[in-house]
């Protein structure tokens, strides 16, 4: 925990427990009730990295948080702040406000971030609802490798039509953009054969054999 008086804009939150107040854009990964060593309860919210490369928990304090739940798994604009209390010491959300409210003062680069998140979390969605244990595994591997290759105006369009797909229909999809619809045809093939659920590699085959 902090022993100085830092204060910074958009850290990481890997370095937050150098800082006793910051402020920035995050991921509102959940919230939860948890209970303390002395039985009272407590909200907490998750936060991650726009890049998804560390989580802070934050304690809600008082009625300024009570409509929060309802932005879970969007990006905000927050402002965190550090609070010793006798033994206990603890972060908690002194501020947060939605980032449609804020979206014009964020950067092209940070923008372009955030958008392939919040898709991201709208693939990785539509991936879980999977029936398949394989085909799911497989396609949030391929969602992993696609959101750092591929431009937002991409992405856009597939999440705008994954759920009018199959699971197979999705899952050769986004092999195709993973490996390359056209020059790695049989890289295609042969990925989709190594997976125990033969959906996806039946699918492709069909289209094959129909386009010959």
Same mark, same amino acid.
């Given at each position: 925990?902090?022993?100085?008086?830092?204060?910074?804009?958009?850290?990481?939150?890997?370095?937050?427990?150098?800082?006793?107040? $910051?402020?920035?854009? /995050? *991921?509102?990964?959940? =919230?939860?009730? &948890?209970? %303390?060593?002395?039985?009272?309860?407590?909200?907490? !919210?998750?936060?991650?990295?726009?890049?998804?490369?560390?989580?802070?928990?934050?304690?809600?304090?008082?009625?300024?948080?009570?409509?929060?739940?309802? $932005?879970?798994?969007? /990006? *905000?604009?927050?402002? =965190?702040?550090? &609070?010793r %209390?006798?033994?206990?010491?603890?972060?908690?959300? !002194?501020?947060?406000?939605?980032i449609?409210?804020?979206?014009?003062?964020?950067?092209?680069?940070?923008?372009?971030?955030?958008q392939?998140q919040?898709?991201?979390v709208?693939?990785?969605?539509?991936?879980?609802?999977?029936?398949?244990i394989?085909?799911?595994?497989?396609?949030?591997?391929?969602?992993?490798?696609?959101i750092?290759?591929?431009?937002?105006?991409?992405?856009?369009?597939?999440?705008?039509?994954?759920?009018?797909?199959?699971?197979?229909?999705?899952?050769?999809?986004?092999?195709?953009?993973?490996?390359?619809?056209?020059?790695?045809?049989?890289?295609?093939?042969?990925?989709?054969?190594?997976?125990?659920?033969?959906?996806?590699?039946?699918?492709?085959?069909?289209?094959?054999?129909?386009?010959?």
């Open positions: 925990m902090p022993n100085n008086s830092k204060s910074a804009i958009q850290p990481l939150l890997a370095d937050a427990k150098e800082l006793v107040r $910051f402020k920035g854009c /995050y *991921l509102l990964e959940s =919230i939860q009730t &948890k209970r %303390l060593t002395n039985g009272h309860k407590i909200k907490v !919210a998750t936060f991650c990295d726009v890049e998804n490369t560390g989580t802070l928990e934050v304690r809600l304090l008082g009625d300024s948080c009570q409509y929060i739940e309802q $932005f879970t798994l969007e /990006y *905000l604009q927050v402002e =965190i702040a550090f &609070k %209390l006798k033994k206990v010491q603890f972060y908690y959300l !002194a501020w947060f406000e939605s449609e409210r804020t979206k014009t003062f964020i950067n092209c680069e940070t923008r372009h971030s955030i392939k919040l898709f991201k709208d693939l990785i969605r539509r991936a879980n609802n999977i029936a398949s394989s085909t799911r595994k497989l396609c949030k591997e391929l969602i992993q490798e696609i750092q290759t591929k431009s937002t105006v991409v992405l856009h369009h597939l999440v705008k039509t994954q759920y009018k797909l199959s699971d197979a229909e999705l899952c050769l999809k986004l092999t195709q953009m993973a490996l390359g619809e056209t020059e790695n045809i049989w890289d295609i093939g042969f990925f989709l054969s190594m997976s125990s659920n033969q959906g996806s590699y039946e699918l492709w085959e069909n289209l094959l054999l129909g386009s010959r």
